[in-house]
């Protein structure tokens, strides 16, 4: 995953300027994987896990906006390119209604619509987008610090406590763009796994990248998905 940020940034350089940051706790491992994809890096205990990923964002403070992605999650190129555009325009807070969730060791792809009710104007929590200035109403940190889990919901809480909303986009991917595409990978050992999963999403198919991800980016995630089944 961390190779492909990496092809993203080469590969996008007359766009925009990525610079990724890792949270790991595998001490000198995890530390020369992000080191060797050009990422930074910070070393963090599992949990509390909202420390560990505020850590990451503090590492990111210098950048225009930063995208929270976790180490399973893939979002397309174009996905990232409409981001900064809508920053560069004002835009604080963007978000995707809807997402895919692709099954390790089948393949299988479910289709997540988006929340239901209260939470029904609240975006998924692959690749949300917050600008700096938006951080910094923040204190810098988009989460309470001590939490293990209800990372989502945390933040869209700290966001509405705000004495003013921030400037948002929250649209589906088909909204977002064309060419928009957020997925995260699965297995039976997640948290969230795919037998919670299964009854909120609304499509089960077949996954196929090739109309989101390019040749050499699908076999990047062709190898991530069979180190995630092993």
Same mark, same amino acid.
């Given at each position: ?10 590969? !996008? ?19 020369? !994987?992000?080191?060797?994809?050009? &990422? ?6 599992? &949990? ?20 929270? +992605? ?8 174009? %996905?990232?390119? %409409?981001?900064?555009? +809508? ?24 289709? &997540? ?8 104007? $609240? ?32 933040? %869209?809480?700290? +966001? ?22 957020? +997925? ?9 796994? !795919?037998? $919670? ?5 609304? $499509? ?15 076999? $990047? ?10």
């Amino acid at each position: 995953m961390l190779r492909y940020y990496q092809r993203a940034g080469d590969t !996008l350089s007359d766009k925009l300027h990525i610079v990724g940051c890792a949270a790991g706790s595998e001490g000198n491992a995890s530390r020369e !994987l992000a080191v060797a994809a050009g &990422f930074r890096y910070v070393e963090r205990p599992n &949990f509390p896990l909202s420390d560990k990923w505020n850590a990451a964002v503090t590492e990111l403070g210098d950048a225009d906006a930063v995208v929270i +992605l976790g180490s399973d999650d893939w979002i397309s190129h174009p %996905t990232l390119t %409409t981001y900064a555009r +809508l920053v560069a325009d004002g835009v604080a807070y963007i978000g995707l209604r809807d997402q895919f969730f692709l099954d390790a060791r089948t393949r299988e792809c479910l289709k &997540f619509a988006g929340y239901k009710g209260k939470r029904r104007t $609240e975006p998924v929590g692959v690749g949300r987008c917050l600008s700096r200035s938006l951080l910094a109403r923040l204190g810098g940190s988009p989460w309470d610090s001590g939490l293990r889990k209800g990372l989502d919901g945390n933040m %869209t809480k700290r +966001l509405r406590a705000l004495t003013s909303p921030p400037r948002s986009h929250v649209v589906s991917m088909k909204a977002m763009g064309s060419g928009v595409c957020a +997925l995260d990978i699965k297995t039976e050992t997640n948290i969230w796994g !795919l037998r $919670e999963l299964r009854p909120i999403c609304v $499509e089960s198919r077949q996954w196929t990248a090739t109309q989101h991800f390019a040749r050499q980016d699908r076999e $990047e995630l062709d190898a991530a998905m069979k180190i995630a089944s092993a």
